[in-house]
């Protein structure tokens, strides 16, 4: 385990710090040198991506039928949904909400098409938006956000007063 202070520590700096560790423990495993500690690690991940992909693909078809979506439709909705690169990665469109599967690994999936795609265009020397941009300073820096969405409350708000913004964006 770790010190009651390490948890103190922890548990101010980040969002669910223990869910973190743990995550961060797994993708760790998947690195270990012990054959069998290394084969548990990738079931594990292999059977969340797998149970998350088909429950995301199953409720996507479902509301589809329900909302008399062609089949075209319902294919690239599903497409898009299992792209980490898209926008709609593991989100649905509800009622004009847009709602989704959430957790550690998903967000990390997001953030490592992100940092994929701007390699890429940084490689092929092709134009960015600001908000693929990994160097830029603004609040729409993914590679930021991702680190906000780690972050407990005062260190996040201390990011935006850091950037001259409010909990909005203004």
Not at 99 to 109: H, V
Not at 112 to 129: E, I, L, P, R, S
Not at 138 to 160: C, K
């Amino acid at each position: 385990g770790i010190s009651q202070k390490q948890r103190l520590i922890e548990s101010i700096v980040l969002l669910a710090p223990r869910y973190r560790r743990a995550i961060a423990g797994l993708y760790a495993k998947l690195f270990s040198e012990d054959d069998f500690t290394r084969f548990e690690a990738q079931k594990a991940i292999g059977r969340f991506i797998g149970g998350v992909t088909l429950t995301a693909i199953s409720l996507q078809m479902m509301h589809s039928v329900s909302e008399g979506e062609s089949e075209e439709e319902m294919v690239e909705k599903i497409k898009n949904i299992v792209d980490p690169s898209h926008k709609d990665f593991m989100m649905f469109n509800i009622a004009g909400q847009r709602i989704g599967i959430g957790s550690k690994m998903i967000s990390d999936a997001r953030m490592a098409a992100k940092g994929m795609n701007y390699v890429w265009k940084k490689g092929t020397q092709q134009d960015m938006k600001e908000w693929e941009d990994f160097v830029g300073r603004s609040t729409s820096n993914p590679m930021l956000q991702w680190v906000r969405s780690q972050l407990a409350a005062v260190p996040s708000e201390s990011i935006d007063m850091m950037l001259g913004k409010d909990f909005i964006g203004n």
